[in-house]
């Protein structure tokens, strides 16, 4: 059999084990929806019956959440619009789990471990997403004038910033400037709000990005509907509000919840050394 098609198995198995071993509950969201995750940088893909293939199962896991505070996990396909490249997919794999009670600090370290299931045990390096930016950011000549300030700052981070994270050791980036912390939390650091918002980088690559979660209802919609004016701006449709989201929130969410998302598939590329993720997907 071919090898990678047994090193995969292996994987998914491990982390199953690594979730049900800490007492989470796996769940099986919908692949379909009437509703996608509405972000002004991710596309869904729309069915001729008018509903989406989830991007990410997140509106559907804290409906779940609503309903109790067990620690949850997902280890399923997505689907995103034009995705492609080594790096990316249009279908992919991922692992996306939610802890309630719990505190940063754990929800990291617990993180962390599921990461180094994959890529070993690392040193880990931690950096403000201002302090990341204050020393490797640089100027680029390819900037568009059509593009705003956001568009700008995306394109630096991305060909800059990005290639400096990671080398030979996993870096935390956390607090994100709140427009890019769509579905988080929100504190005062330095005098600027700034989200919750964490990613992990290994040599270059994003590996996750998660979220002490927001639970306001009316600030998440407002977000959301502020997101679909965004979409409009850029040329994409509007995306409809999924109502039933903001009526879990109104419900509430367990206190202190973390969740995040994990693509598998480039977790899997790093463990088996492949040159891309179409090659683990084994297709």
Same mark, same amino acid.
């Given at each position: 059999?071919?090898?990678?098609?047994?090193?995969r198995?292996?994987?998914?198995?491990e982390?199953?084990?690594?979730f049900?071993?800490?007492?989470y509950?796996?769940?099986?969201?919908?692949t379909?929806?009437?509703? *996608? *995750?509405i972000?002004?940088?991710?596309d869904?893909?729309e069915?001729?019956?008018g509903?989406?293939? &989830?991007? /990410?199962?997140?509106?559907a896991?804290k409906?779940?959440?609503?309903l *109790?505070?067990?620690?949850?996990?997902f280890?399923?396909?997505v689907?995103?619009k034009?995705?492609?490249?080594?790096?990316?997919?249009?279908?992919?794999?991922?692992i996306?789990?939610?802890?309630? &009670?719990t505190d940063?600090?754990?929800?990291?370290?617990e993180t %962390?471990?599921?990461?180094?299931?994959?890529? #070993?045990?690392?040193? +880990?390096?931690?950096?403000?997403?201002?302090?990341?930016w204050?020393l490797?950011?640089? !100027?680029?000549?390819q900037?568009? !004038?059509?593009?705003?300030?956001d568009?700008?700052? &995306?394109?630096?981070?991305?060909t800059?910033?990005?290639?400096n994270? #990671?080398l030979d050791?996993?870096?935390?980036?956390?607090d994100?400037?709140?427009?890019d /912390?769509?579905?988080?939390?929100?504190h005062?650091?330095n #005098?600027?709000? +700034?989200g919750?918002?964490?990613?992990?980088?290994?040599?270059?690559?994003?590996l996750?990005?998660?979220?002490?979660?927001?639970?306001?209802?009316? %600030?998440?919609?407002?977000r959301?509907?502020?997101?679909?004016q965004?979409?409009?701006l850029?040329?994409?449709?509007?995306?409809?509000l999924? &109502? *039933?989201?903001?009526?879990?929130l109104?419900?509430?969410?367990?206190?202190?919840?973390?969740?995040?998302?994990? #693509?598998?598939?480039?977790l899997l590329?790093?463990?088996?050394?492949?040159?891309s993720?179409?090659? +683990?997907?084994v297709i």
């Amino acid at each position: 059999m071919n090898q990678l098609i047994v090193q995969r198995a292996k994987a998914l198995k491990e982390v199953r084990s690594f979730f049900d071993n800490r007492n989470y509950i796996e769940v099986d969201p919908p692949t379909l929806s009437p509703f *996608s *995750s509405i972000d002004c940088y991710i596309d869904p893909i729309e069915t001729t019956t008018g509903h989406f293939l &989830h991007t /990410s199962p997140e509106y559907a896991m804290k409906r779940l959440l609503s309903l *109790s505070s067990q620690n949850i996990y997902f280890l399923g396909h997505v689907f995103r619009k034009e995705e492609t490249g080594t790096l990316h997919n249009t279908e992919f794999t991922m692992i996306e789990w939610y802890k309630t &009670h719990t505190d940063k600090s754990s929800f990291l370290k617990e993180t %962390e471990e599921l990461l180094f299931l994959f890529l #070993g045990k690392l040193p +880990v390096e931690k950096l403000s997403y201002d302090q990341a930016w204050n020393l490797y950011a640089k !100027p680029s000549a390819q900037i568009e !004038p059509s593009w705003n300030e956001d568009e700008i700052r &995306h394109y630096i981070w991305a060909t800059t910033v990005e290639p400096n994270l #990671g080398l030979d050791k996993l870096t935390l980036i956390y607090d994100f400037p709140k427009q890019d /912390s769509l579905l988080s939390k929100t504190h005062i650091v330095n #005098g600027k709000e +700034v989200g919750i918002r964490f990613e992990y980088y290994y040599n270059k690559i994003e590996l996750a990005n998660g979220f002490f979660e927001l639970t306001d209802p009316k %600030e998440q919609k407002k977000r959301l509907l502020e997101e679909n004016q965004k979409r409009i701006l850029l040329g994409k449709k509007e995306l409809p509000l999924d &109502h *039933s989201f903001i009526k879990a929130l109104k419900k509430g969410l367990p206190e202190n919840t973390y969740g995040i998302a994990a #693509g598998f598939d480039r977790l899997l590329m790093l463990k088996t050394n492949s040159p891309s993720i179409q090659q +683990v997907q084994v297709i």
